[in-house]
């Protein structure tokens, strides 16, 4: 006897459609994924959106709130879309399982270490700007999960001060980290937002307010640095021969494995950066070479690099081929007055800048902080950034200021 098998049964599931910058987002994405966007750009159904489709797959996926209550809103309607899949589910745990094999859970970052232990193919953060010590929460719980499936991640929020998200976003802008990808949204990039109503928003609400909210601007806070940055860029390239004959100067500060190298060229002729290069994990022998090829390239008389832990023997190799370098070693009360002249150099507009993204937000992003036991100012960068390109372009602005002639030692 013949038993024939019944067809398998055709279960739709219908998700949100996306509106065109939303799809764009899905479409380019990368490993490691960061949404800057205004209020009700649509970045919560483009999380559940991407999380979903990679359930259906079989794999399991992650959700994260900054707190409970949002969790709810976003646990509801995720449980209502998947509903004819559903093999089981917990309201407890907020998990569903899928006849598909796929698994989603949702976690409130108010406690974060739950998620221990667990293992996803893809993650949410919905709202990371207003996660309380997100970089802890990412490093210590959340990237870890992403390990056994080399799965990837979605970094979703209007911007709140530059904290850790910002730190993300700027890897997204980084060409040296392909793993990472970022994107800027306004409100109005979704078509089914009105615009009177945010230009009503826009006359309604202080500046600073409409900046974050609906342009998604990452502001400064009172701690910044650096002032008057977007007015100090200067957008067109300009070549070695159009400086022949002037006085082009180099700062240069050393890094390798998790810091960058920054190599900032400046003319003190024109008042203008002509090049800047920032590299990481190359050995020594090519850092010195590429600084090199760029020191005879531009012709610079005068180049001051940092001398600190690698940076003398580098100097010391530099000195042996008769370039004009000389050393600055990087100290407490050397580095204040250093970033000092440059902040000062920026507020009075006295030099322009290469308009480079990752360069533009290690300025916006540094800060000073008042020690509460010796009332002393330090400057850096935040914890977990990086401030290489605004030391070497402090450094170059400082050879500038001494006229460009370097002297070896």
Known sequence: MKIEQAPPTKIEVVLPALHPKQARIVQEARRFNVLACGRRFGKTILGIDVLIDKALDGYPVGWFSPMFPMLIEVWKEIRQLTLPLHSRVSAQEHRIELITGGVIDCWSLQAADSARGRKYARVVIDEAAMVPSLDDAWQAVIRPTLSDYQGDAYFLSTPKGLNFFHQCYARGMDPAQPDWMSWHALTTDNPFISATEVEAARHELPEQIYRQEYLAEFLQNDGAVFRNIDACLIHEPTTPAEHRGHTVVAGVDWGQKNDFTAISVVCQTCKREVALDRFNRIEWAFQRARLVEI??????????????????????????????????????????????????????AECKWIANETARMELLAYEATISKTTGRVSYSAPDGGHDDTVMARALAWKATLEGGVGHAY
């Open 295 to 348: 020191i005879r390239d531009w012709n610079c008389t005068g180049v001051i690099v940092e001398t600190n832990s690698i940076g003398q023997p580098n100097l010391e190799a530099l000195v042996l081929e008769n370039l004009p370098v000389r050393g600055f070693e990087t100290t407490g009360s050397s580095k204040s007055p250093l970033i000092q002249s440059l902040a000062l150099c920026l507020e009075r």
